[in-house]
């Protein structure tokens, strides 16, 4: 659990829309534009891991619908309810600026978007939790990032675990300042792709 | 009341700063620089249902000091860290430019710049 875990919140809401209304909102291909969903960085988080879950999951889900339809339902929801939790800013990460005046972050919430995203769009995984561990707003502190996810069935998890954690390096290496300490994987689930 | 030029000195001052960190190469959007959420639970609730869509960064005045806050998104084109410390560098120069042209008593405090969200070529 991290300092942040605690401090979240426990509403269903993404700054006052539920997942459901967001899924909604998808399903009609974001039109009429809504305003209160669009100038929100949390609801764009969460409709871009909707987006990719969808993509993702389908051929997954009709694969697993025929042998298991509940526990598809449960995966789906489960991640669902991650992508809610990590969309909500948490702590600040510094970006270093030699001007003490200037003062540059960027939230806990687009860092693990970010992680999201290199691991959805890799291929053959389906991104779960990101947890990003240690001290990140005090620049320099080496941090520990886990994730978890599912793997397509038939790849070489210690393959496929190394891959990923070279995107994420390279992600995270590019759009910010976070000195790594490790990256850890685990795969908590196989799914058929 | 002598609040009223001020109120609108500073909006204009932030319609500037929007528009100047908009033009700003790696930044997709501005947003209010305090979540809504958190903003919904005081005072500035109301502040922001007024907010126009091109007035979006915070300027505060309080006992002869000045802080600008803004939040952005940042697209993948460049390195987030150098999207944010070029609007950074643009909000302090700008106002300094001002300050020097006599527009404004001193230059600002503390400028905060938060990237909210990195968006790829492949988000939606």
Known sequence: MTNDDAAMPEDDLVDGHTMEELGAYLDRDRTPRD??????????????????????????MQHRAEDDPDRDSAWIS???DTI????????????????????LTMTEASVRGLVRRAGDTMGGVVMGRCTLHGDVTEPGTPIRVEVTASIAYGLAADVTADRLRARIAEVLGRHSEIVIDRIDVVFDDVHVP | ???????????ELSRRLTALIRSTPGVDEVYPAQPILEAAADAVAVKLALRQPDVLVDIDRDHGSMTVTAGIAANDTRPAPDTVREVGERIRDALAQ???????????????????????????
């Open chain 1, 35 to 60: 305003p209160s969903i669009e100038g929100s960085p949390a609801c764009r988080l969460a409709l871009s891991g909707m987006q990719r879950l969808r993509e993702l999951s389908w051929d997954a």
């Open chain 1, 78 to 80: 489960g991640l669902l």
């Open chain 1, 84 to 103: 809610r939790n990590e969309v909500r800013s948490g702590r600040d990460v510094p970006v270093d600026h030699p001007d003490p005046r200037l003062r």
């Open chain 2, 1 to 11: 009341m002598t609040e009223e030029p001020r109120v609108h000195d500073d909006q």
């Open chain 2, 98 to 124: 001002r300050h020097a042209d006599g527009a404004e008593a001193r230059e600002p405090d503390l400028i905060t710049v938060t990237i909210r969200l990195v968006e790829g070529l492949d988000a939606s």
